[in-house]
């Protein structure tokens, strides 16, 4: 089993974080490692900021992602995912999906769940 000192995890996370560098004044970057694997938080810098989470799990050799998008209230933040995908292979297509979700594609999957549920 890798953990967050094995050479395999750490040129894994900076490999995604190069390729995520291109987006670095849109969002700010967060690395967190635990026990069962690593995750990379995205917050979005505007007015209306969603979150994204790239996971993977030592034990599993493909990544997940998660849309977030981000209410404000007085007293705390609360979250309302947008769009998940769990089985993504390879870092090339982590950076696509980000790339797609970046531009878009977690909300309109967002919005057509909403317009399906309410026919």
Same mark, same amino acid.
């Given at each position: 089993?890798? %953990?967050? @000192? &094995?050479? *395999? ?5 900076? =490999? ?44 599993? %050799?493909? @990544? &997940?992602? *998660? ?5 404000? =209230? ?46």
């Amino acid at each position: 089993m890798n %953990d967050k @000192y &094995s050479v *395999k995890t750490q040129n894994e996370v900076n =490999s995604i974080l190069e390729r995520l560098n291109e987006w670095k004044n849109l969002f700010i970057f967060e690395v967190r490692y635990f026990y069962e694997g690593w995750a990379i938080y995205m917050r979005e810098k505007n007015m209306y900021p969603r979150h994204l989470v790239i996971f993977k799990s030592y034990s599993d %050799d493909y @990544y &997940s992602i *998660k849309s977030f998008e981000i209410h404000f =209230s007085k007293k705390k933040e609360t979250y309302q995912e947008l769009y998940i995908n769990e089985k993504i292979d390879t870092v090339q297509q982590v950076q696509s999906e980000i790339k797609e979700i970046i531009y878009g594609k977690d909300i309109l999957d967002s919005i057509t769940k909403l317009n399906s549920e309410s026919i």
